[in-house]
């Protein structure tokens, strides 16, 4: 993995990401993150997106952290979702996706509520 990410930096990519969906339990480490140099940390829904920016201090911008279970919800609770985790987020520095993307199943509708807010969110 190490060779592939030199090589895309070699070849002028802008950004590469590192995602392993396997890793657990990595919340307990969200302080010790940022001193491995990375620019972004991705944080799953089981971390308190206050808590994971507070943790990760302000340099660090944040990606995520909503459940792909919301789409499975009303548009109301769809929008409350993606409101509060922006605001806990702060302002700036933060990239907000579905952690580990849209499940099967998910009604396209909701998916498209999600992405109508998404794009309606000003910082």
């Not at 802008?14 to 919340?27: C, K, M, P």
């Not at 994971?52 to 609770?77: C, E, I, T, Y």
């Not at 099967?104 to 999600?114: D, H, I, K, S, Y």
Request: net charge positive; glycine share 12%.
């Amino acid at each position: 993995m190490a060779k592939y990410i030199c090589y895309q930096a070699d070849n002028e990519a802008q950004a590469v990401q590192i995602f392993d969906s396997w890793a657990t339990g990595s919340g307990g480490l969200l302080e010790r993150l940022p001193l491995t140099g990375v620019d972004v940390v991705s944080l799953d829904w089981i971390v308190d997106m206050a808590d994971g920016r507070k943790r990760l201090g302000p340099n660090v911008a944040v990606q995520g952290n909503v459940d792909p279970v919301v789409l499975f919800g009303s548009k109301g609770f769809i929008t409350n979702r993606i409101n509060d985790t922006v605001k806990k987020a702060c302002k700036g520095k933060h990239i907000l996706n579905l952690r580990h993307g849209i499940k099967v199943g998910a009604p396209e509708e909701n998916v498209g509520r999600f992405f109508e807010i998404a794009k309606g969110l000003r910082y």
